[in-house]
């Protein structure tokens, strides 16, 4: 089951890549790696925060995927393609299994087939792209630093801007005024 494709892609990274949950569920309970990765670094647990999968997140955090590991040439982290798709659940667990609030992504065509958006930035930066409040939110309150920047000198409040969530704009304003 842990047989690599051409390009290095696993059943489970596959399966989760095409949103196959009832087949990545079969093969964790036959005990695939789950740290094992495909061409570019991926690894089920990002692909699964991406899609939304909680229960298949739980499963392979309890058999020692990691959870703040970065991967493809964005170096994103499960964290950040769970904030960027608004998935709250998903970032909770995250974050309550010690996901790094500040790991930074970078911008590249490849993350583009990969990634909800293609740019450099913290996990509340990605939640603040994607309209998701919920998740910006969360992730304040957990002390996510809403003056963060990436290498092009944005904030979540600039992304925010950007694309037009004044909700979030709002919110990461008052934020903005009461850090340290």
Do not use: C
Not at 115 to 125: A, R, S, V
């Amino acid at each position: 089951m842990d047989i690599k494709s051409d390009w290095g892609q696993t059943a489970l990274t596959a399966a989760l890549e095409k949103g196959y949950r009832d087949i990545a569920k079969v093969l964790l309970e036959a005990g695939v790696d789950v740290v094992d990765t495909f061409s570019g670094n991926w690894q089920g647990l990002h692909l699964a925060a991406k899609h939304g999968y909680l229960d298949i997140i739980q499963t392979m955090l309890g058999k020692g995927a990691p959870v703040d590991r970065p991967a493809g040439e964005a170096n994103a982290t499960p964290l950040m393609l769970a904030a960027g798709n608004g998935h709250l659940e998903i970032v909770k667990l995250l974050v309550e299994k010690g996901a790094n609030l500040e790991a930074q992504s970078v911008d590249t065509m490849f993350e583009r087939d990969y990634g909800p958006w293609p740019f450099e930035g913290t996990p509340l930066m990605w939640a603040a792209n994607g309209s998701h409040l919920e998740v910006v939110q969360y992730l304040l309150e957990r002390g996510a630093n809403p003056t963060a920047t990436n290498q092009q000198g944005q904030t979540a409040l600039t992304v925010a801007k950007e694309h037009g969530h004044q909700k979030i704009v709002r919110l990461l304003k008052e934020a903005q005024q009461h850090h340290p």
